[in-house]
């Protein structure tokens, strides 16, 4: 008999710019990851080619980018990615970065100033199309570092629930705002499609 695993992801009946999807990691598998990642070096994040005390202005974080030996991760992503595209974007999607984990540390006030994630001036063919972030941390485990997505004159918070993916085109201005406490784990990443 055939091993059936059910993935839970949320009907979508109307569109929605900005979309979280929940639950679809176990809390189990999200601590044994933020503790695998735990063991990985981190850089001071950078913007672009800006030279570092510009780029302190735009951001203060520590990063690193998840690769080999994550493909459960990948895997359980792309069922989220398909579904939310199918049932809500409906984009051309050829395929995923390599995500980025990120941490923002109140010790240094970590934040991520208004960007959007569309570089306009790539030479690829493919260019990020969709957005997303999956939040770490515990959202008793710091203050501050909202995630807000700007869009026809709205403003998103997105879910500070451990687990959640939220969804955003790349081409919509966002922040992390600076955090006052704690640490806030996350991990983002950006789904490529073509250039429009």
Known sequence: MVDVKY?????????QEILCVENHFKKEELLTLVENLSSKRLFKATVGEMVEEE??????????FLDFGYDFLYEKLSIAIKHVNSVNYNKILYGIEPLQYTEYDSG???FYGVHVDVNPDTQFSMRRSLSFSI?????ESYSGGELKI???DKVAVASKKLGDITFFDSSYPHE????????RKSLVGWILGPRV
């Open 7 to 15: 993935y839970p992801l949320n009907i979508i009946q109307n569109f």
């Open 55 to 64: 780029s302190n202005k735009k951001r203060k974080s520590n990063i690193t």
């Open 135 to 139: 939040q770490l941390s515990e959202p």
């Open 176 to 183: 992390v705002t600076p955090v006052t406490s704690g640490i």
């Open 108 to 110: 240094y006030e970590g």
């Open 150 to 152: 700007y869009y026809k």
